[in-house]
């Protein structure tokens, strides 16, 4: 299951394929375009994965208890490569995650 939660508003999917991309791009930049600093958390539990990855405009709650597996790591640097770690992203920078995603998972 992968849950996208981007200030209050949360969507849960079954696969990485039914993620609703129009919405995200939505959700990010209407808050953007409002001045709003804008906190994306994305949960992935599938198979062996289990990863929370959070925006830096989000409150931290602390990291995991263990190394991160090998395909979480690779999903942890595609965040980072995707911009997802700085402030100044933008729904395309969201979506274009989702899309290389899909490539790590299925």
């Given at each position: ?16 394929n039914?993620?609703?991309e ?10 953007q ?74």
């Amino acid at each position: 299951m992968i849950r996208v939660k981007i200030e209050s508003q949360e969507h849960k999917y079954d696969s990485i394929n039914d993620i609703n991309e129009r919405w995200i791009t939505q959700q990010v930049n209407r808050r953007q375009s409002d001045d709003q600093d804008v906190c994306v958390k994305v949960h992935i539990e599938q198979d062996s994965i289990k990863i929370v990855l959070n925006t830096p405009t989000c409150s931290s709650s602390g990291g995991g208890g263990r190394r991160p597996r090998p395909q979480e790591q690779a999903i942890f640097n595609l965040w980072k490569d995707r911009g997802l770690n700085q402030t100044n992203f933008s729904g395309g920078n969201v979506v274009a995650f989702f899309k290389q995603l899909r490539k790590l998972v299925d």
